[in-house]
Nanobody, 122 residues
């Protein structure tokens, strides 16, 4: 079982930047094909943000964050980061790190992090 721990959330003004990190325990390359981020704002459903394939490093992004967020992973360290630039108030949410077996989607998630709060003030 892969365990995930996030860090790096906080409060930032609109236009600012934050970097989220996710550390995975265990040999994630054996149990997971991809990692990524979901987020959930108050009163809304959890939504996909970004994902990266563990072996090849291929990335995908939600349209709402494309060009502003960058996902990366360190294969040797079992870590994944999400660099968030040009943040907007609508990016305010709890961000969850996740690992999937197969293509990254809510249906293939095998492990979730505990979540980290990101708040963007206007």
């Amino acid at each position: 079982q892969v365990q995930l721990v996030e860090s790096g959330g906080g409060l930032v003004q609109a236009g600012g930047s934050l970097r989220l990190s996710c550390a995975a325990s265990g040999r994630i390359s054996f149990s997971s094909n991809a990692m990524g981020w979901f987020r959930q704002a108050p009163g809304k459903e959890r939504e996909f943000v970004a994902a990266i394939s563990w072996q090849a490093g291929r990335t995908s992004y939600a349209e709402s964050v494309k060009g502003r967020f960058t996902i990366s992973r360190d294969y040797a360290k079992n870590t994944m980061d999400l660099q968030m630039d040009s943040l907007k108030p609508e990016d305010t949410a709890v961000y969850y790190c996740a690992a999937s077996r197969g293509p990254f989607s809510a249906e293939t998630i095998i492990s979730w992090g505990q979540g980290t709060q990101v708040t963007v003030s206007s």
